[in-house]
T-cell receptor, first 117, second 113 residues
Framework: GAVVSQHPSWVICKSGTSVKIECRSLDFQATTMFWYRQFPKQSLMLMATSNEGSKATYEQGVEKDKFLINHASLTLSTLTVTSAHPEDSSFYIC?????????????FGEGSWLTVV | GDSVTQMEGPVTLSEEAFLTINCTYTATGYPSLFWYVQYPGEGLQLLLKATKADDKGSNKGFEATYRKETTSFHLEKGSVQVSDSAVYFCALRSNTGGFKTIFGAGTRLFVKA
């Protein structure tokens, strides 16, 4: 079964509103989580690295005030798309690094489809 | 910086044909290499991985060998099925630099019955 859970799987929101996507690690602690976005028929682009208890590290070109990331516990990171616009419609995927296992043990969530209308 | 280059798609094959999807990488140090598969409308699934040179990852009939000398990690399958139709992503992850996963552009595979 899934070891990283994302919620919601699908969300539709109105332009100008904010929407939050959760990423939870199940049965393990994740000191580091990663957020990706994927436009239709394109690859996954890393948006930011989320570290528990500290500020997220954003990739170049990603607006940190628009994509708010909070990693308040060892099992939960949230991505909030603020003042969403249609161009933010995308597939957002998180991944989580298992603290207890070798560094390369990273699990991906099943993704969240965001549609902004 | 680190990067992954994989062959462009789409790739269209008949059932039972041989599949090769090429992947090469650029990285400092000794990254781990991965192939992920994404079925329509779904998230990523890890298909196979290799963590050091000459390792062969295999799963569900798919194989890929970590070739350090050619910086390649080509995906192969001897006989594809319709159910293999999906997008395949080659990826690398450095053991340093925060464990980021860098993805290739993806290769869409269509298998016809």
């Amino acid at each position: 079964g899934a070891v990283v859970s994302q919620h919601p799987s699908w969300v539709i929101c109105k332009s100008g509103t904010s929407v939050k996507i959760e990423c939870r690690s199940l049965d393990f602690q994740a000191t580091t989580m990663f957020w990706y976005r994927q436009f239709p028929k394109q690859s996954l682009m890393l948006m930011a690295t989320s570290n528990e208890g500290s500020k997220a590290t954003y990739e170049q070109g990603v607006e940190k005030d628009k994509f708010l990331i909070n990693h308040a516990s060892l099992t939960l990171s949230t991505l909030t798309v603020t003042s969403a616009h249609p161009e933010d419609s995308s597939f957002y995927i998180c991944s989580a690094r298992d603290k207890a296992l070798p560094g390369n043990t990273i699990y991906f969530g099943e993704g969240s489809w965001l549609t902004v209308v | 910086g680190d990067s992954v280059t994989q062959m462009e798609g789409p790739v269209t094959l008949s059932e039972e044909a041989f599949l090769t999807i090429n992947c090469t990488y650029t990285a400092t140090g000794y990254p781990s290499l991965f192939w992920y598969v994404q079925y329509p409308g779904e998230g990523l699934q890890l298909l196979l991985k290799a963590t050091k040179a000459d390792d062969k990852g295999s799963n569900k009939g798919f194989e890929a060998t970590y070739r350090k000398e050619t910086t390649s990690f080509h995906l192969e399958k001897g006989s594809v099925q319709v159910s293999d139709s999906a997008v395949y992503f080659c990826a690398l992850r450095s053991n340093t630099g925060g464990f980021k996963t860098i993805f290739g552009a993806g290769t869409r595979l269509f298998v016809k019955a």
